[in-house]
């Protein structure tokens, strides 16, 4: 495993100057950023963030008002999509973050939280577990609907809006899975790697089940492999950049030479950084090149399925279905017509696309929980746009997504299934006669 003690020193800290020198402040940016569009305030803009950037990296001192806009950020690279200048915003916000990270100072109990948080529990399986029980016992103790209650009469405030984002636990959790390989139905197409994540193990055990049978229904032999662990993406949204690196080393020594043909993830936030793996580690002369050639095996479930011929023998799903663009699936990936084809591939759906699908619902990593009242005002938004199109089915890319869109629904909706596009196929499938 790399040093990582100096690594920091090496690459130095801050969005790059050739990054920064790529932004001509056009302002064709400001309709794609959630935050502009809440606020209108030009410092809570990409173009806005950009001009503070280049402040700190001429000299200016790191301000609380700089935290503060930076931090408002959802980092759903919205703007680069809407760039004509290809501004990396998306690094550019990742390494201000870890600037910021790297000169700020926390009290004990923050730190001893973080460290908890980050290194204890994404990292641990066991710690995982433990807490995913803990949860499913306060969810079948009737606790957690009593505690969504309460916030719905908003007795609770903030605390309220945050138990309506908590996730569920799924036992038997996915955790059991890791290690094994699954033969395909019929004939060997594809041999393919499935990364499982951290707390998608817990959460959303059902999903990467569904995904492993979608998969083998396609041909593929799914090897589940042993030593994967969490992919590093909500550590680097947090500026916790060498932490990151660790787990992307860990992910490469367990899976890199295996022999398969696609290494797969059903987590767009997560797809997104393991693609990017190339671009962490380029500054680790041993990981570099094996990080390259882990990013050019990375392939969304949707991509995935997308650019294969897909098995014909779905059944019925009698629906109408919406999709949601996950941010890092649209515009980290560029994936934005793989979804919607696999949907309308399905006999029964009836496809309605929804306005301004594009633009994030306010998820983004752990943005709802600490931004919560941004994220909240931006589902609100959202969930008027999902509303518009009457559908029943309310399918995206990301776990992250679905989990706000599930309280989309809770406090805006109309009684909408919140689904993975991969897990409307595997209804499909179960349906086919």
Not at 49 to 61: D, E, I
């Amino acid at each position: 495993m790399a040093d990582f003690t100096v690594l920091s020193e090496k690459t130095g800290l801050g969005p790059r100057q050739f990054d920064l020198d790529r932004c001509v402040h056009c302002g064709l940016c400001l309709n794609a950023c959630p935050t502009y569009r809440e606020l209108g305030l030009e410092m809570d803009s990409p173009r806005g963030r950009v001009y503070q950037m280049v402040q700190v990296a001429n000299g200016t001192p790191i301000s609380d008002s700089y935290r503060e806009h930076i931090g408002l950020c959802l980092a759903c690279r919205g703007c680069e999509s809407a760039c004509p200048s290809g501004v990396r915003y998306g690094r550019m916000v990742e390494d201000a973050r870890a600037e910021l990270e790297a000169h700020t100072h926390r009290g004990w109990f923050a730190r001893k939280l973080r460290r908890l948080v980050f290194v204890r529990l994404l990292q641990s399986r066991g710690a995982l577990s433990v807490a995913g029980t803990l949860l499913y016992l306060f969810e079948v103790s009737g606790l957690k609907a009593l505690a969504r209650g309460l916030g719905q009469l908003k007795l609770l405030g903030l605390l309220g809006d945050l138990q309506q984002l908590t996730p569920s636990a799924e036992p038997p959790f996915f955790f059991s899975q890791i290690g094994r390989t699954f033969p395909p139905e019929g004939e060997r197409r594809h041999r393919v790697a499935f990364l499982a994540g951290c707390i998608a193990n817990v959460s959303f055990a059902r999903l990467n089940e569904a995904t492993v049978r979608v998969l083998q229904r396609n041909g593929c032999e799914v090897v589940v492999p042993e030593g994967q662990g969490c992919c590093g993406a909500l550590h680097l949204h947090a500026g916790m950049r060498d932490e990151a690196r660790k787990l992307a080393c860990r992910n490469i020594d367990a899976i890199l030479g295996g022999g398969f043909d696609a290494i797969i993830t059903n987590a767009a936030g997560c797809g997104s950084t393991l693609k990017e793996y190339g671009e962490l580690l380029e500054d680790l002369p041993e990981y570099a090149e094996k990080a390259r050639q882990f990013s050019s095996l990375m392939r969304d479930i949707t991509e995935f399925l997308g650019g294969i011929a897909l098995n014909p023998k779905l059944g019925r799903v009698d629906a109408v279905v919406t999709y949601q663009d996950s941010c890092h699936l649209a515009h980290g990936q560029h994936i934005r017509q793989a979804p919607r084809q696999l949907l309308a591939a399905i006999p029964g759906v009836t496809f309605r696309e929804m306005p301004s699908a594009d633009i994030c619902c306010g998820s983004a990593g752990i943005y709802n929980v600490v931004q919560n009242e941004m994220a909240m005002r931006i589902l609100q938004h959202k969930m008027e746009t999902v509303n518009a199109t009457q559908a029943e089915i309310i399918a995206t890319a990301n776990p992250g997504c679905m989990l706000q869109l599930q309280a989309g629904v809770r406090l805006h909706g109309s009684g909408q299934r919140v689904m993975h596009v991969v897990e409307v196929l595997d209804l499909a499938y179960k349906n086919a006669k």
